[in-house]
């Protein structure tokens, strides 16, 4: 059949009337409230985290390294829009990788993301909680991230095993105390917006173990360009009441995580 002039016009006019109408569907939908979703995706370097199977070089020495438990307190999560921010209710959440998945999320729901510009939240438990009989969010004075009343909380668990030629070292981090509570802040660009209301984040546990970080470094005027190093695990293999030895690993908190 011949298409006459007004036949095009018609088709294009359509056409265009349909684009425009998903266009203004999709962006509706945009604007609705959905589940906010902060993922967190444990690695050693460039490599995923693999628990009790994988091993990993010693950042700071000879040997290797296999993780068999990670969890950490992620808290005090603060949502920041143009006009306003959103501080979550009873923002305590345990962060755990001991299981199948790969991955362990956090969903505040109800966010109109599409607005999101930055997003802030803390590493372990504000001194006010950590210092309280709380059962608020994944607060629990009786699991097995309490120390005891007067110390609070562990914000971050991590263990495994450092295999040094033929014989092995337990490695047991606990790293708590209300000066390692750290307050990180991302800004959030309209691409991360558009990912389905999931925002990806990777946790790098070789950074824990760095020395200094960007903070210190600022501090203590090194190079921008020098070489960071690292902790040897085989000279600091136990963590646990030592505050010497828990703000050298606390100052990893400023680097390991980073959006994905």
């Known amino acids: 059949m011949m298409m006459t002039k007004s036949t095009k016009i018609t088709l294009v006019f359509g056409t265009l009337l349909l684009t425009a109408g998903l266009a203004i569907s999709s962006l509706w939908l945009q604007a609705l409230p959905q589940d906010l979703t902060i993922r967190f995706h444990p690695y050693v370097g460039d490599k995923p985290l693999v628990l009790n199977s994988q091993s990993y070089k010693n950042p700071g020495g000879d040997g290797e390294f296999s993780i068999r438990d990670f969890q950490l307190f992620i808290s005090n999560i603060a949502l920041v829009f143009p006009k306003k921010t959103i501080n979550e209710a009873e923002s305590y ?3 755990r990788f001991d299981g199948d998945s790969t991955f362990d ?9 599409q607005n999101l510009r930055k997003l802030s939240f803390g590493i372990g438990i504000d001194p006010k909680a950590n210092g309280a009989i709380l059962f608020s969010g994944d607060l629990d004075p009786n699991s097995r991230m309490a120390w005891n009343w007067q110390v609070g909380y562990k914000f971050l668990l991590l263990e495994g095993t450092l295999t040094l030629k033929e014989s092995q ?24 917006n558009a990912k389905n209301g999931v925002i990806d984040f990777k946790i790098d546990l070789r950074r824990l173990f760095q020395k200094s970080s960007k903070v210190a470094k600022s501090s203590i005027k090194l190079n921008s360009n020098e070489d960071l190093e690292y902790i040897n695990m085989s000279e600091m293999s136990h963590v646990k009441f030592s505050p010497v030895d828990v703000k050298a690993i606390a100052i990893g908190f400023h680097d390991f995580i980073s959006i994905l």
């Open 93 to 95: 959440h345990l962060v």
């Open 105 to 113: 999320q956090i969903v505040i729901p109800d966010i109109k993301i």
């Open 169 to 192: 070292l337990p490695l047991v981090y606990h790293i708590g105390f209300d000066e390692s509570f750290t307050k990180l802040n991302f800004d959030i660009a309209p691409a991360i």
